[in-house]
């Protein structure tokens, strides 16, 4: 596949969350191509919680080339975000400023609120769902979300509500 040129960044969860819920194909169809930061890989290949199918999969989508991984070069800024978000989003959140990512996805709390401070545009699992959905690209957002959710994904009742009715417009 030909490389992209866009700067798209990923976080562990979001990626997780795809492979459980079979929906890898999606980063390919959105985006093209996605880069990760080293920490990132280490996360979802080799410290695998369950290192079923779902890190098998991501593995494909690196040695295809889907999936670039890239070195962070400023390792004092990963180290000072790390006294308060894990080394991956650290990581993902350095590496976009480093490289002026065009968007990074990204779940955790205390990292979007980060990339906020940071004026990084961000979106996470759920918004690659909406815009999965939104271009036609799946059938029902809502089905892949239920699925995520039988899968461990929390989402709280008040989120969820809302998110049915975003994706029924």
Request: no cysteine; glycine share 4%; charged share 25%.
């Given at each position: 596949m030909p490389?992209?040129?866009s700067?798209?960044?990923?976080n562990?969860?979001p990626?997780i969350?795809?492979?459980?819920?079979n929906?890898l194909?999606?980063i390919e169809?959105?985006?093209?191509?996605?880069i990760?930061?080293?920490?990132?890989?280490i996360?979802?290949i080799?410290?695998a919680?369950?290192?079923?199918?779902s890190s098998?999969?991501i593995?494909e989508?690196?040695d295809?080339?889907i999936i670039?991984i890239?070195?962070v070069?400023?390792?004092?800024l990963?180290r000072s975000?790390?006294?308060?978000?894990?080394f991956?989003?650290?990581?993902?959140?350095?590496l976009?400023?480093?490289?002026n990512?065009?968007l990074?996805v990204?779940?955790?709390?205390?990292a979007?609120?980060t990339?906020?401070?940071?004026?990084?545009?961000?979106t996470g699992?759920l918004?690659?769902i909406?815009?999965?959905?939104?271009?036609?690209?799946?059938?029902?957002g809502?089905?892949?979300?239920?699925?995520?959710?039988e899968?461990?994904?929390?989402?709280?009742?008040n989120?969820?509500?809302?998110?049915?009715q975003k994706?029924?417009?």
């Amino acid at each position: 596949m030909p490389k992209n040129s866009s700067k798209i960044i990923f976080n562990s969860s979001p990626l997780i969350n795809l492979a459980k819920i079979n929906s890898l194909n999606l980063i390919e169809e959105l985006f093209g191509q996605i880069i990760i930061p080293p920490a990132v890989r280490i996360e979802v290949i080799e410290q695998a919680r369950d290192k079923d199918e779902s890190s098998a999969d991501i593995k494909e989508l690196i040695d295809n080339n889907i999936i670039e991984i890239k070195e962070v070069k400023n390792q004092t800024l990963v180290r000072s975000f790390q006294t308060y978000l894990d080394f991956g989003e650290s990581e993902v959140i350095a590496l976009a400023l480093e490289i002026n990512a065009e968007l990074i996805v990204i779940d955790e709390m205390e990292a979007r609120e980060t990339a906020d401070n940071l004026n990084l545009n961000k979106t996470g699992f759920l918004g690659i769902i909406i815009k999965a959905h939104n271009n036609d690209i799946i059938d029902s957002g809502i089905d892949l979300v239920d699925s995520a959710i039988e899968q461990g994904f929390y989402i709280s009742d008040n989120l969820y509500d809302k998110l049915v009715q975003k994706l029924s417009e």
